[in-house]
């Protein structure tokens, strides 16, 4: 009787276990996905709409109702986006396959790594890179991988290797394609440029090492001495480039002769929702993806005539040393003239200086108007031939904006063509000082002192009213897109102690004027650090350094011919002790990338 009671406890055992300790799935369709994803966007031009209402109509009511619908939509998207990402993996895993059929066709040893397998993407993004990815791992195998003798001879290991990696840098997902064979050939490639009628002698002898490796995107290029099944066609890597930039992404080579090569793309996370800046011009409003774009200028009208000169007969700006061709955008869409915008402006000029094709030119727009995230919506067929637009939006007034294509206006404007020879002949002259040289924000400190600090720590540039900023505990804060922004006043961690405990309990003065806020990420969380004055960015090689002479400081440098305080990021946070007054403070560095 004993056993047979002992025999009924072991059966309802497992059914007496909590049903939370079993992870519960459901398949659902792709298509069910889709229409969610649909819905979402839906839903964010709705917000979109309800915000804009809101910013005009005086009435707390709306403003707090759009405020949470803004958290809500927010929180929506991201639970939505999640339910589309696919691991990386899931197009890796025929790699080592290819890999190994590869080699033996070609007589070779290879072994494949793998890092980042997990990194996840948009299902519609991994469906566009599958076949560029193939065909980079295709053509390491059999252009980058040397034969087992050749590597024996050049002191290495029979078997070569190719490395997959991926992660995510900046909003945007990076996938290197690494191997350690012999490395791109320069000279051979220059020759068979010059072959092929691609470049003449002239620039031939002043193209930089990188810019011959990327000679090898061009359509219908070759270095293969035969041609096989895998290579020697001409066809391929022009066909990888296009795809890519396609969906937003760049491709880049580097190649060190004799170590090996690697290849890098850079593909945005998803192109259903994106962030952009939206412009006006000639009374329209246009949408440019945040990923092309580097910076913001704005020259008054007594700096227009100084500032923008002709170079055989094209117009550049002189942005910190660098010429910097200058394309119309009404002149290139043959727009009206907004007679309006001119007066308004007083006869300033606003340049967006954006980046195409590895290459930065500035975009002359009537109007800057403001980021926000937008619903990408396909172009219809008819319009599918047209290079200048990537899509179109529907903005929050429910009226329509185009999206830019950045790089099928810089090849419609010839900027790539055009500056392609000046570019050479400046590189020639400036390349060795501009490998040194990097790029610095300027600010002013306390008690007028000049300090600075990488321009590549920084996601944005901020100004806030006094109204918007609030008190959490002794943490200045602000909502700042869908999230709780803390404040880092820079005056205050500087302080002497005994001064910084009194000031860490005031709050801002409410006759003051608006607060400058540089936003800036670090180790994966974003905070903003209240300055003085923001004076420039600007480009030096800061060699000449002192050691600091007090806390919160990296050292002293020489910039501009001024000596310049270096700020210590992670020294200041620890004295302001962010982290322990708002320890769920997190955001994704996609809402505030560049």
Known sequence: MAKQEDTLGAQQAPESRPREAVAETIRVGVNVLDKLMTLVGELVLARNQLLQISNTVEDPGLQAVSQRMNLIATELQGEVMKTRMQPIGNIWSQFPRTVRDVALGCGKEV????????TELDKTIIEAIKDPLTHLVRNSVDHGIELPDDRLKAGKDQAGRLILRAFH???????????????????????????????????????????????????????????????????????????????????????TRGRGTTVRVKIPLTLAIIPAL???????????????????????????????????????????????????????????????????????????????????????????????????????????????????????????????????????????????DRALTEKAVEAAAREEKQTFLLFAGPGDSRMAIPLNTLARLEEFPVAQIEMSGSQWVTQYRGQILPLVRLNVVLEERRNKLRALQAPPSPDSGPIQVLVLNHDGRCFGLVVERILDIVEDRADVRSSATRAAVLYSVVIGERVTEMLDIPAILRSADVSASLPGVATRSAEVAN
Request: glycine content about 10%.
């Open 111 to 118: 072994g494949i790594e793998m890092e980042g397998k997990e």
């Open 278 to 420: 939206v412009v006006t011009c000639g009374g329209d409003r246009y949408a440019i993806p945040q990923v092309s774009l580097l910076e913001l200028v704005r020259l008054e009208a007594d700096e227009v005539g100084k500032g923008i000169e002709l170079v055989h007969g094209a117009p550049v700006y002189r942005l910190r040393g660098r010429l910097l061709p200058l394309v119309y955008l009404n002149r290139e869409l043959k727009l009206a003239v907004d007679e309006n915008a001119a007066t308004e402006s007083d006869g300033a000029v606003n340049i967006v200086v954006l980046r195409a094709d590895e290459r930065q030119f500035g975009l002359v727009v009537d109007q800057i108007n403001d980021t926000e995230e937008i619903v990408v919506k396909p172009l219809r067929k008819q319009l599918k031939t047209v290079k200048t637009f990537a899509g179109s939006s529907i903005m929050g007034d429910g009226k329509v904006a185009l999206i830019l294509d950045v790089l099928g206006l810089a090849q419609r404007a010839s900027v790539i063509a055009e500056t392609r």
């Open 169 to 255: 840098e900046g909003g945007q997902v990076n996938i290197e394609i690494t191997d350690d064979g012999a490395g791109l050939n320069g000279d051979r490639i220059r020759k068979k440029a010059l072959e092929r009628g691609v470049i003449n002698a002239e620039q031939a002898a002043r193209m930089t090492e990188h810019e011959i490796f990327n000679l090898i995107f061009l359509p219908g290029f070759s270095t293969a001495e035969k041609v096989t099944n895998v290579s020697g066609r001409g066809v391929g890597m022009d066909v990888v480039k296009t795809n890519v930039e396609k969906i937003g992404g760049t491709v880049d080579v580097q190649s």
